[in-house]
């Protein structure tokens, strides 16, 4: 109050106005405000990657749009108790929107992972992301930590219907997405290292099993992450049309829209899952390391207010929340650099396509919502 | 049993999520370093790796083929040129999905422009190009072709017709196997030809002088920088700004100057018409081949339009052969042709003297052998010289000869006149004849019976016959070599050539042989008067002469094709055709002073003089007395009028 009192100029008025308006919209300042240049930052490298498609903006705004409206509306509405009972109730409307895809898909042959409502289409595999770590924590909440081990096999489960649902789609990349928001929960509750190491050769037997369940592609894709030369025009050549991108913009860039691996058709994917390289290409090593400082930011910002929950539910959804964007963030930049097989995650924020950004943004105002409507207790 | 109840601590499992939190910001913070730091690696330490790669993307280097060089005749008559020619064009993405455009391609079937045969080949060849690329599936389309399509363009979209530069042949078959032909580059030519010189050419010289000459007649190719998309489809600009493109024209190739006369070669292709044979025609002052003509011959036009593998089997499965050169490659004995030489070496060597006579009675036998050799006249020429020996040709005579010379000086005389080498002509594919001797018989066979020389093949090869074999081209250069009393050039086609642009012929020197010395003129004039009286009322070939203005020497031959037993006497309607003697002749004049060389060949033509005299005639005439020679006629053009 004092601040209020003190600021005569006309910015610091406007800045107070401004932080009245997030408060009274449950919003954390900091953290809004580095997504919103995320986001804005995004619209202009849509617009060079797109070839300067003004209706592909349009449509990138128009998902933004939705985005913000679904983070405000559960930041300022929803309060950690709401959510936490609505939890399980997300979870089973998303299973069984789930085998209606499924099963619609296995009619009409070939991959099926959209939904039509006729006004809206959605993946309802993106409602898992956030429902599958809401029912670990719902489930952590009310029993005491670190899990025991009848809990850790109820979590698995729970993790395990929807990612095996995913996976038959098939849309691995989903699939891993919704598996680590829920391993994410269960490391979080306090997962003893003895079962964290043990589980290790485990997973490397499943990933032996898993290795010849996958699909054909999905299988030449590692193949190719291991040696991109084998196949230089097939999977390969994504990676390496990357990986040009990236390096031929040295460290300031070949200028916005000046990016001619992105602008002749050179990289594929370039508005969705390769925009990084984009970024890369243009705007070079800076812009590329600026984008990596405002996600490392977000995620920071985003696990301090998690810490800060007030009951065992709010902290781990939170920490979920704040720990998927980071997978995200480092399954596709390591994806496009090269360092990680090609996955079909996009660059959260920033990536043409609604339905990631939304669950994004909706993700972040419940984390933003059990921060800002937690009880104050007197300690 | 007492159950366990945990109850839940508040401030441990807070305590618990902050450690687990902050483990989880710092492998947050590692993971994005490495992503950092693998960025850096990219950008920084490999930037000049990928910013090369970066750019050989962006810009495709796209060739422009040269003009071909033309070839003319000694008087600047067109012999090969470049033609636009018209081609159906496909352009896959502008046809629509695979249903579609196999529905055009059945279309184009209907309406006669395509065999339904060649629709695998053609969708093959349509799919191994890009989708934005025009296709050509009907090469030199005729006006008919042309007017079909247009009255039915309206249901082809994608499908149209395209001009672009292919060589053309405007006498058609006309001195093909001089001119030889160009063809699409095969496996075999990649390999002897730089690729980037060939870049967006798809003919390339085959045989002949567009073989020989290849790297004369094809130019330098140029380019243009292309900025391209990753589908390799060419674009206008990258983003938002337009880069600046190199572009090098090409250099058109050379074009050649050839020594052939096209109204000798008329005439000389005029006289072979329906036989198997060749005309060689050297002007023996300089070796410029003035006619070079094998029958059948075939259109050169059709491989640069693209010989279906039916048309190719046809052409080579022909019997009568139409692929093979035969005035090269054809080898065969020259028979009574070779007299005048041996007339020559017997002087040379001092033998005989041109008076001295020998008397013939229609057979001949070596000392202390009863085997007969005949004379073609069985009932003999009495008493004989050396001049009435060539006029009448008399085989007796001239087995005396080769008697008296013995065969190491018969082959080393021959071969002063270029028997049994290669002549060294500007094109390839020549073959070197055989010009026999006991040292050549001892190489070419293996069993010791074998390798011995018998007295009898001598006089064999006295008269042209035996192991003894010459290609019409060598008849043609020694009678040239003759001609001109020992001065011999080796004989070329292309006379000239002519740099791109320029209207300046550049002529290239003629190369002298060593040729024949030692030889008298006298000895010389026994030869010429004994081949002019052949060709004169009584000789062999008085056909030759009949109402020349100009004096003509000759000699005629006679090849057997399959010998024949002591006492078989030749009946020419008895033996099946291809059975028949070869028929050859030669020729020069003017005697006094020759300007033109002759020799024919007409395979199974039977008797030289009666078949070959009229064709080097004609040849002679045309070369000779070029304002009577018929005007030359083009065969009309395959494709639309201008």
């Known amino acids: ?379 | 049993m007492v159950r366990r109840v945990r109850i839940k601590d508040h401030w441990g499992e807070r305590r618990i999520f902050t450690i687990r939190g902050i483990v989880a910001g710092v492998i947050v913070a590692m993971s994005l370093l490495t992503v950092a730091a693998r960025l850096f690696y990219l950008q920084v330490v490999r930037y000049n790796y990928y910013s090369e790669l970066s750019q050989g993307n962006r810009v495709r280097i796209e060739p422009i083929p040269p003009s071909r060089g033309l070839i003319l005749d000694r008087n600047g008559v067109v012999l090969a040129d470049n033609m636009p020619a018209y081609q159906l064009e496909v352009v896959r993405e502008q046809v629509g999905d695979t249903a579609q455009l196999n529905a055009s391609l059945k279309r184009l079937v209907a309406i006669g422009l395509l065999d339904a045969d060649d629709l695998p080949d053609i969708k093959r060849t349509i799919m191994s190009h890009r989708v934005y690329e025009s296709v050509p599936i009907k090469l030199q389309m005729t006006d008919q072709e042309m007017a079909v399509f247009a009255l039915h363009r309206f249901q082809f979209s994608g499908i149209d017709i395209h001009t672009r530069l292919s060589r053309h042949y405007p006498f058609g078959p006309l001195a093909v196997h001089a001119l030889g032909y160009v063809a699409a580059i095969s496996a075999r030519d990649l390999k002897k030809i730089d690729p980037a010189t060939y870049a967006g050419t798809t003919l390339i010289g085959k045989l002949g002088v567009e073989g020989a000459y290849e790297s004369q007649l094809h130019g330098t190719p140029g380019y243009r920088e292309v900025l391209v998309n990753a589908a390799g489809r060419p674009v206008h600009k990258e983003g938002a700004y337009r880069p600046k493109l190199k572009m090098r024209p090409p250099v058109a190739g050379k074009d050649l100057v050839l020594g052939i006369d096209i109204r000798a070669q008329l005439a000389a292709e005029n006289g072979l018409a329906g036989l198997r044979g060749a005309v060689v025609a050297i002007d023996p002052r300089d070796g410029d081949v003035v006619a070079l003509a094998s029958t059948p011959g075939f259109d050169p036009n059709e491989f640069a339009r693209g010989l279906t593998d039916k048309q190719y089997a046809a052409l080579e499965n022909d019997p009568d052969k139409p692929l093979i050169n035969r005035a090269l490659r054809g080898a065969y004995p020259p028979g009574s042709t070779v007299k005048p030489y041996y007339a020559l070496a017997a002087l040379h060597y001092g033998v005989m003297t041109p008076d001295e006579t020998i008397f013939c009675p229609g057979y001949y036998h070596l000392p202390g052998s009863s085997h007969l050799y005949h004379c073609w006249r069985h009932r003999g020429h009495g008493s004989i010289s050396m001049r009435r020996a060539i006029e009448q040709s008399c085989d007796v005579y001239f087995y005396n000869v080769a008697n008296k010379l013995g065969i190491q000086r018969m082959h080393d005389f021959m071969s002063a006149f270029g028997f049994g080498r290669l002549t060294g002509i500007d094109i390839s594919g020549e073959k070197s004849g055989l010009m026999p001797s006991p040292a050549w018989k001892r190489h070419a066979y293996k069993d010791a019976a074998n390798q011995v020389w018998f007295p009898g093949e001598t006089l064999i090869v006295g008269i042209g016959q035996g192991y003894m074999l010459a290609t019409p081209l060598q008849l043609a250069h020694a009678v040239a070599t003759l001609s001109e009393r020992g001065i011999a050039f080796k004989p070329r086609l292309v006379i000239g050539i002519r740099p791109p642009g320029s209207t300046r012929l550049v002529r290239l020197p003629v190369d002298k042989e060593p040729g024949i010395a030692g030889i008298t003129p006298d000895q010389w004039e026994v030869v010429d008067e004994g081949m002019e009286a052949a060709a004169q009322p009584g000789g062999t070939v008085a056909n030759i002469s009949v109402g020349a203005p100009y004096r003509i020497a000759a000699k005629t031959g006679t090849a057997q094709v399959f010998s024949l037993h002591q006492n078989q006497k030749y009946n020419a309607s008895q033996i099946a055709e291809r059975m028949r003697d070869h028929g050859l002749l030669i020729a020069f004049a003017p005697v006094d002073h020759p300007k033109l060389a002759v020799a024919v060949f007409v395979e199974n033509g039977e008797h030289g003089g009666t078949i070959g005299g009229p064709i080097a005639r004609k040849v002679l005439d045309a070369y000779l007395l070029p304002d009577k020679a018929a005007p030359p006629r083009t065969k009309p053009m395959t494709g639309p009028a201008p």
């Open chain 1, 1 to 379: 109050m004092m601040l209020d009192e003190l600021s005569q100029s006309r910015a610091r008025r406007t800045l107070t106005a401004g932080s009245r308006t997030l408060r009274a919209l449950r919003l954390d300042g900091p953290l809004t405000g580095v997504l919103s240049l995320i986001v804005a930052i995004g619209v202009l490298v849509v617009y060079s990657a797109s070839g300067q498609n003004v209706r592909m903006v349009e449509h990138h705004l128009g998902n933004i749009a939705i985005a913000v409206a679904a983070m405000i509306l559960l930041a300022r509405f929803s309060t950690p108790q709401y959510l936490r009972l609505f939890a399980p109730l997300a979870y089973v409307i998303g299973v069984l929107l789930l085998i209606v895809v499924d099963v619609t898909g296995h009619i009409g042959k070939g991959a099926q992972r959209w939904l039509d409502l006729g006004f809206v289409r959605f993946q309802p595999s993106e409602i898992m992301k956030l429902a599958v770590p809401m029912l670990c924590a719902w489930y952590m909440h009310e029993r005491p930590l670190p899990p025991t081990f009848k809990d850790l096999v109820m979590m698995a489960l729970f993790i395990a219907i929807p990612t095996a649902m995913v996976i038959v789609q098939p849309d691995l990349g989903t699939a891993l997405l919704i598996a680590a928001s829920g391993l994410i929960v269960m490391l979080l509750a306090g997962l003893r290292l003895s079962i964290i190491l043990l589980s290790i050769p485990l997973l490397l037997a499943a990933a032996w099993g898993g290795w010849h369940y996958i699909h054909g592609y999905q299988r030449q894709r590692i193949l190719t992450f291991i040696n991109p030369e084998s196949d230089r025009l097939g999977a390969g050549y994504h990676i390496i049309q990357s990986q040009i991108a990236i390096g031929s913009g040295g460290v300031f860039g070949k200028g916005y829209m000046h990016g001619s691996q992105a602008q002749l058709d050179f990289l594929p994917e370039r508005s969705t899952d390769f925009i990084f390289a984009v970024i890369g290409e243009e705007f070079g090593l800076l812009g590329q390391l600026l984008i990596l400082s405002l996600y490392g930011f977000v995620i920071g910002r985003a696990l301090y207010l998690a810490m800060q929950g007030q009951d065992t539910f709010s902290r781990l959804t939170g920490g979920a929340i704040a720990l998927s964007f980071f997978v995200y963030v480092f399954v596709n930049s390591g994806m496009v650099s090269g360092i990680l097989p090609v996955v079909g995650v996009p660059l959260p924020l920033i990536s043409y396509g609604g339905t990631s950004m939304v669950t994004i943004m909706a993700g972040f105002g419940i984390l933003m919502s059990l921060h800002s409507h937690r009880k104050l207790v007197g300690s």
